[in-house]
């Protein structure tokens, strides 16, 4: 868990990347770079809709096009730079990616329920990336949030790393609020003291 302190920002608003071909094809997509769709554009200005209604002050995203395009929603109408990151970026899902959700859920016992902790102790088979290894990644993120102390940030980023993001942060009860975060939603947090909590 991220030990916090005042140099954090003040809220941070997590947004998943609208919709894919990838998505709707139910495909893994893991760090594939997979354009939006005709939907997802359509995900990606209903999000930069309700983002309007709060005063961000920096722009992050995934350097995946996806989250990229997402966030250019956003940008166009609000005239604010977007920083690209890898850190970001959705799991690495390595010899899985490109194959249906239907093909893992056969081969990994739990995954449907689970989603990918079903795959632990078996990313090295698979050149899965780990959870413990995405989390290094969240880690080196806060880095850069620590340079934006009380301000509003939108992070424009992946299902899986959002999640990640969720935990690291000490949000409770991640599998049962958000096993699928819908393409193009906002989750948003703001912090009391030296922790986060969810806007309900």
Do not use: C
């Not at 690291?168 to 699928?180: A, H």
């Amino acid at each position: 868990m991220i030990i916090y302190n005042n140099s954090m920002p003040k809220k941070i608003i997590l947004v998943r990347h609208g919709t894919t071909d990838f998505n709707q094809k139910r495909l893994m997509q893991g760090q594939l770079d997979i354009p939006l769709n005709t939907q997802g554009k359509k995900d990606a200005n209903n999000a930069a809709d309700l983002l309007r209604h709060h005063e961000i002050d920096v722009v992050f995203s995934s350097d995946l096009i996806r989250a990229y395009e997402t966030a250019q929603a956003y940008v166009r109408v609000s005239r604010i730079k977007v920083y690209k990151t890898h850190l970001l970026r959705e799991r690495d899902f390595g010899k899985l990616e490109g194959k249906t959700y239907e093909y893992v859920w056969k081969r990994f016992d739990g995954y449907k329920e689970n989603g990918s902790e079903a795959l632990s102790g078996k990313e090295k088979k698979y050149n899965v990336e780990s959870t413990i290894q995405m989390k290094q990644r969240v880690f080196q993120f806060s880095k850069l949030l620590k340079k934006h102390k009380n301000k509003t940030v939108a992070v424009f980023s992946h299902g899986g790393l959002i999640r990640v993001i969720l935990s690291v942060y000490g949000i409770p009860n991640i599998q049962e609020k958000f096993r699928y975060i819908d393409n193009g939603s906002l989750i948003i947090l703001s912090k009391k003291g030296e922790t986060y909590f969810l806007d309900e």
